[in-house]
């Protein structure tokens, strides 16, 4: 096992025992928006995983088969988060489907990069770039966790538009 291995699994565990102490205990006392607002403006800095496209944030050769899907996919996954955020703060009819769309596409988008990162051993060439998987990658998975307890959960009635 490798350290970024050992690195994103403890991290993720960190995330997940907070989420289980501090959120999931009240997740049937709020309303969807009041957890879903922050988790999509933390998915919104998505687009800094365009970082392993910058000479500087990662080492050279780090290859490209991994770069180019994990800095695109991110950069994806951060507009349908943008794209979400207003129909959630107004209730809109469209938030479920939109949260739904982003949480599916970013989901899919961490599980490539992170399988990518496997089988190109992208580690060793990530450079300073490195604190996004070994870091973020775990927030973002638990948050997109919480993200699908909340979509499977009957919402609020919505605003008209």
């Given at each position: 096992?490798n350290?970024?291995?050992?690195?994103?699994?403890?991290?993720?565990?960190?995330?997940?025992?907070?989420?289980?102490l501090?959120l999931l205990?009240?997740?049937?006392?709020?309303?969807?928006?009041?957890?879903?607002?922050?988790?999509?403006?933390?998915?919104?800095?998505?687009?800094?995983?365009?970082?392993?496209?910058?000479p500087?944030?990662?080492?050279?050769?780090?290859?490209?088969?991994?770069?180019?899907?994990?800095?695109?996919?991110?950069?994806?996954?951060?507009?349908?988060?943008?794209?979400?955020?207003?129909?959630?703060?107004?209730r809109?009819?469209?938030?479920?489907?939109?949260?739904?769309?982003?949480?599916?596409?970013?989901?899919?988008?961490?599980?490539?990069?992170?399988?990518?990162?496997?089988?190109y051993?992208?580690?060793?060439?990530?450079?300073?770039?490195?604190?996004?998987?070994?870091f973020?990658?775990?927030a973002?998975?638990?948050?997109?966790?919480?993200?699908?307890?909340?979509?499977?959960?009957?919402?609020?009635?919505?605003?008209?538009t």
């Amino acid at each position: 096992m490798n350290i970024l291995t050992v690195n994103l699994l403890f991290s993720t565990l960190v995330f997940y025992i907070a989420v289980r102490l501090y959120l999931l205990p009240r997740l049937d006392d709020c309303e969807p928006r009041t957890i879903l607002l922050p988790i999509l403006l933390l998915h919104a800095l998505r687009h800094l995983g365009l970082m392993f496209l910058a000479p500087g944030a990662v080492y050279a050769g780090l290859p490209r088969e991994f770069t180019a899907p994990a800095a695109f996919g991110d950069l994806l996954a951060a507009v349908l988060a943008l794209i979400a955020i207003p129909a959630v703060a107004s209730r809109a009819k469209s938030a479920k489907p939109l949260v739904w769309l982003f949480n599916i596409v970013g989901s899919l988008d961490l599980i490539n990069a992170i399988a990518l990162a496997t089988i190109y051993d992208a580690a060793p060439l990530m450079g300073p770039a490195y604190w996004i998987p070994a870091f973020w990658v775990p927030a973002l998975l638990v948050t997109h966790y919480v993200t699908f307890l909340l979509l499977l959960r009957p919402w609020p009635r919505t605003a008209s538009t």
